[in-house]
């Protein structure tokens, strides 16, 4: 196990932005959020990863999942982060598997059990910057209201994935703004109309 900083880095859900030069323990956090994030509130489930990992006494993020060993579904729930069976699979498997979060490929990290196509592009969008769209329920809402009436209004399911992740680069490319640039933009847009 290394020891690193305690410093735990914060992504603010409230306003989403491109990582600069994340160190591996940011990476680490960054992936634990994305991987809690799915399916819950962002805001609340932030405070949570804070929370988790508040205890790592300077290990690396993958570190301390590791350390918790048997106790990792226990301290999850401790916390209340929700989805106690597939999270608890995904971080164990980060544990001991963990790739090279400053190298990987998008394949590379949807390979990795509990881990699909939104959360995987969340990741490579905001800490490494790809060339990729984050399908969440605001982005799919807001190409139903573009004129997309075919476009689900959840996130599409796997097969259909590709399709609308190029109809929303195709829009960002016609605005001129970058893929993250219109996602925090479309996703910002969403938490107003929720709230």
């Not at 570190?63 to 060993?69: E, P, S």
């Not at 799919?140 to 476009?151: I, P, S, T, V």
Request: proline share 6%; net charge positive; hydrophobic share 40%.
């Amino acid at each position: 196990m290394h020891l690193r900083s305690s410093h735990i880095m914060i992504f603010d859900p409230l306003n989403p932005r491109l990582m600069t030069n994340p160190t591996e323990d940011e990476l680490q956090d960054f992936l634990i959020l994305c991987v809690c994030v799915a399916g819950k509130k962002a805001s609340v489930q932030r405070q949570k990863v804070t929370d988790l990992l508040s205890q790592r006494n300077g290990l690396a993020p993958f570190d301390y999942l590791k350390k918790l060993g048997p106790s990792l579904e226990a301290r999850l729930k401790e916390v209340r982060i929700g989805q106690y069976r597939r999270i608890t699979k995904t971080f164990q498997w980060l544990a001991s598997n963990a790739p090279d979060l400053t190298k990987c490929t998008l394949d590379e990290i949807e390979q990795i059990p509990g881990i699909g196509p939104k959360t995987s592009r969340f990741f490579m969008l905001y800490a490494r910057n790809q060339v990729v769209a984050v399908l969440d329920r605001h982005v799919m809402r807001w190409l139903n209201r573009l004129g997309y009436k075919d476009a689900p209004l959840l996130t599409p399911l796997k097969k259909d994935y590709p399709k609308w992740e190029k109809i929303f680069l195709e829009e960002a490319e016609k605005r001129k703004i970058s893929p993250l640039e219109l996602d925090a933009e479309v996703w910002l847009q969403g938490m107003r109309k929720t709230t």
